[in-house]
């Protein structure tokens, strides 16, 4: 089955730098990838997703980059703000159930 | 605007009743799953379905039951609840054939 999981339960960020979110995967049979953020006390709200055949896919100051290679993937946000502060998932896409397998979350926080 | 809700926001119940989480979609989305969350293991799927009669088992079942009889509502049951469904419980929603799902605003439930 699919396995997700995240590099690191929390990151501290400086307001105004850049942060990058980490994912490992297991199943190289994975072919579609999201990123979710969750706030306290609120459902995760879609932000980017990704399929297999790219490597990189961009949105409004985030960016996400797969490397099939080593079955990771990254989340990026450019100046981050403080209204960033939340937990970023990311769930994979494959299994024979074809469901999406969450990770276990990064809790970004941003000081001041 | 199409939302998805949920009801109750919380939840407490003691071991051994029945309890019903109502979700409900103005989306008109085919597809309804439920997941819950605890700490240290992300989402996991309980039951999910594809459309109106549709119902399906997820990684973590047993103990739930859903029933679908129209496309926007996926009512789930603890059919005797236990301290172990103590979680915080969201509802998902996508179109047929997309992957995105959208989320609601999570019921948490204590269960003493």
């Known amino acids: 089955g699919e396995s997700v999981g995240l590099h690191l339960p929390t990151l501290s960020v400086q307001e105004g730098d850049n942060s990058i979110i980490n994912c490992a995967y297991s199943?190289?049979?994975?072919?579609?990838f999201i990123w979710y953020k969750q706030e306290s006390g609120k459902g995760p709200q879609f932000i980017i997703d990704?399929?297999?055949?790219?490597d990189k896919r961009q949105g409004q100051r985030v960016t996400v980059l797969l490397n099939k290679t080593v079955k990771h993937l990254s989340l990026q946000i450019a100046a981050t703000q403080p209204g960033d502060s939340a937990v970023y998932f990311c769930?994979?896409?494959?299994?024979?159930?074809?469901?999406?397998?969450f990770g276990s979350g990064t809790q970004l926080t941003v000081l001041p | 605007d199409a939302e998805i809700t949920q009801s109750p926001r919380h939840k407490i119940t003691e071991t051994g009743r029945q309890v019903t989480l109502a979700c409900h979609q103005t989306?008109?989305?085919?597809?309804m799953f439920w997941y819950r969350q605890d700490l240290g293991h992300g989402l996991r799927l309980i039951h999910y379905?594809?459309?109106?009669?549709?119902?399906n088992k997820g990684e973590v079942s047993d103990g739930y039951s859903v029933s679908r009889s129209n496309t926007e509502d996926l009512p789930l049951t603890l059919e005797s609840a236990a301290s172990s469904q103590t979680s915080v419980y969201f509802c998902?929603?996508?179109?047929?054939?997309?992957?995105?799902?959208?989320f609601g605003p999570g019921t948490r439930l204590l269960v003493l």
């Open positions: 199943n190289s049979a994975s072919d579609y």
């Open positions: 998902a929603s996508s179109e047929s054939g997309v992957w995105t799902q959208y």
């Open positions: 989306w008109n989305h085919n597809n």
């Open positions: 990704i399929r297999s055949n790219m």
């Open positions: 769930a994979g896409l494959g299994g024979s159930a074809r469901q999406l397998t």
């Open positions: 379905s594809y459309g109106v009669q549709d119902t």
